[in-house]
């Protein structure tokens, strides 16, 4: 499952040679990689501005990224947003800008693409120190280490990559305010897929998928947003939700937005008629997503396997029991016709070995009874590690 050539794809099912498998490595959370409406908006776009502008975003916006960024501020209800390419771009260049020659504290289990970016803003000066994940009283006695006359900033996953699980975002930017800090957290997969909370909400997802801020109800004083279109919009675009002023800061002090080449068109135009769709549609494909993952989920726990999501995201994790042979297992998922990410030694440690099943609401019913089955079976063999689970904490809707 590395490195595959995808020959065909037929919704959810897609052909490796002559094999068709059914995906559940795909971040396509909401579908929209397969919706004809927003297929159909690429052409117009493509013959109006096309196929790629080209220009750095310093050297010529199309008015489509006026048009992007104002949409993504209210939806978001921040007081400003940036975009640009990708998130690893973001990270690379937006934490050594914003921690200077002061500190960043970076959360243990945070993604690799913001270690990096740590790292990079390291040699350019900064001073790095990493906390346990979720270790507030450790993160602060750091935070009282690092100089208060220099930047420090905190960073960390929102919906996290592996776990599928949630910071309590409360308590960091709480303490990050209190010392005058700022938290830096990337939301890529929350974005689309969890959002703010109402009494009659379609799901305990929340609406809109405005995000990780507006779902938790913290606010943006202090904080930074980051996000991705390339997950549940299916389109390469990502965004910074920040103030007017550092926004004006960045766009001098951030290189991709002076030199890098931009997203295409088409990604563009995608963005633009994701945000249609999610308006009249989100809330219903993000109840499905929910219902698809629930069906999983439950299972999982019914099983009594071990998964760290206890969140009830669509990001499901299953670890190997000990000793058990990653390979083994893959060519089992394979010949069922299943397709995951393979989570293999040394990229996680030992202990966390498995591989990690992704729900979309492109998912059918038929398709999530294939990997249930599945999954049973490698559970009586005993596979896939046991564990009974901890009680979900997701807050119940505002009343
Ligand atoms: C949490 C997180 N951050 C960043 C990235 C990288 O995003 P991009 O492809 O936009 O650079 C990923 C990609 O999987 C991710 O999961």
Redesign the pocket.
């Known amino acids: 499952m590395y490195d595959a050539v995808i020959d065909e794809i037929d919704g959810r099912h897609i052909r490796v040679g002559n094999d068709w498998l059914i995906d559940f490595a795909s ?1 396509n959370y909401l579908g929209f990689d397969l919706d004809p409406q927003i297929m159909d908006a690429i052409d117009g776009q493509v013959r109006r501005w096309g196929t790629h502008p080209s220009w750095s975003r310093l050297l010529g916006n199309p008015r489509l990224y006026p048009e992007i960024e104002e949409r993504l501020t209210e939806l978001l209800g921040a007081e400003d947003t940036l975009v640009l390419p ?4 973001i ?1 690379m260049s937006v934490i050594p800008a914003l921690a200077g020659d002061g500190t960043v504290l970076l959360d243990s289990q945070a ?1 690799k ?2 270690y990096d970016a740590c790292r990079y803003a390291q040699g350019l000066g900064a001073t790095m120190k990493r906390f346990p994940s979720g270790d507030l009283g450790r993160l602060e006695e750091l935070m009282r280490a690092a100089p208060r006359d220099r930047p420090r900033v905190v960073c960390m ?1 929102g919906v996290n ?1 592996m776990t599928g699980n949630l910071p309590d975002l409360s308590a960091f930017a709480g303490l990050c305010r209190e010392h005058g800090a700022l938290l830096y957290i ?1 939301d ?2 929350g974005f689309g897929v969890i959002g703010e909370r109402h009494r009659r909400e379609a799901s305990p997802y929340g609406s809109r998928g405005n995000a990780i801020v507006a779902h938790l109800g913290e606010s943006y004083e202090n904080v930074i947003l980051v996000g ?1 279109f ?2 549940a919009y299916s389109s390469l675009l ?1 965004f910074i939700a920040l103030p007017t002023p550092m926004k004006s800061f960045l766009k001098i002090a951030a290189p991709p937005y002076l030199y890098s080449g931009p997203s295409p068109t088409a990604s563009l135009a995608t963005v633009l008629a994701g945000f249609d769709v999610n308006a009249i549609r989100g809330d219903a494909l993000r109840a499905e997503l929910y219902r698809l993952s629930m069906r999983v989920l439950s299972h999982v726990r019914d099983l009594d396997l071990a998964t760290p999501n206890i969140s009830d995201t669509p990001i499901i994790e299953l670890p190997l029991s000990p000793g058990r042979d990653l390979a083994d297992v893959a060519r089992t998922l394979w010949q069922r016709g299943i397709y995951a990410s393979l989570a293999p030694y040394p990229m996680v440690p030992r202990g966390q070995v498995g591989f990690r099943i992704q729900i979309t609401a492109a998912h059918t019913d038929p398709q999530i009874d294939q990997l249930n089955k599945t999954l049973s079976e490698l559970a009586s063999r005993g596979d896939l590690r046991r564990g009974s689970q901890i009680p979900h904490p997701r807050r119940p809707p505002p009343s």
């Open positions: 971040c990708t998130v690893t771009l990270h993604h693409t913001i996953d990559s990337d890529a997969h991705g390339s997950k990502a």
